[in-house]
């Protein structure tokens, strides 16, 4: 299956303000976000356990990266990437991205 025939993750805006923009993303599998690039450091929070693949550019970055449920990790602003789900189980993960620095 090519990643053209594969269907878009759902964003889902659980809060925004200021401080915080809060998403949901639900990923059917074979789908994924599409080319996009963070414009805010960020953490996620997987609800499901699942593997899922990212393409970015720089720096470079074609990963497989496994989820387990509760465990964290976090991006940088800049990062630019695809989040696909090759597989055949939905994954899930809670965004928290940070629009202000905490210097």
Known sequence: M???DYCKAIPI????DMKIRVTQW???PHSHTGWHRHSYDY???????GQL????KAPKLDALR???TGESYTGPAGTEHDVINDGNDPIVFVEVELKDSFV
């Open 2 to 4: 090519r990643l053209d």
């Open 13 to 16: 805006l659980q809060q925004e």
């Open 26 to 28: 639900q990923f059917p």
């Open 43 to 49: 953490v996620v929070i997987p609800m499901t356990d």
């Open 53 to 56: 693949r990212v393409t970015g």
């Open 66 to 68: 496994k989820l387990v």
